[in-house]
């Protein structure tokens, strides 16, 4: 009777959580992606900027990791350069730096 009680309930558990995950049809989803890549891109600063891998949904955050050059007038201007990025789903905004630098 505990077995049978205790997998109804982990059935509901994971029942719950793929209502909340199909909650967003795919039309918000690719607009939320497109509004964080944009996003990246510009905080980052680099020059001729892209979306190196497949962003990552999280709860608050969208991370992204984005490749460019560095802009003219920096000590690495032209060279390539890969930053990591969280845009805030909740304010809108992006913030973006080089993995490994405070």
Request: proline share 6%; with cysteine.
């Amino acid at each position: 009777m505990k077995r049978t009680a205790m997998a109804a309930g982990i059935a509901m558990v994971l029942s719950a959580g793929t209502i909340v995950a199909w909650a967003s049809s795919p039309d918000a989803w690719d607009e939320l992606k497109k509004r964080a890549e944009a996003a990246c891109m510009a905080a980052s600063g680099l020059d001729a900027p892209s979306i190196a891998a497949p962003v990552t949904n999280f709860e608050h955050h969208v991370f992204a990791v984005v490749d460019g050059r560095w802009p003219e007038g920096s000590a690495m201007a032209g060279q390539t350069a890969q930053w990591a990025c969280l845009y805030d789903k909740e304010h809108e905004t992006a913030e973006a730096r080089e993995p490994g630098f405070p």
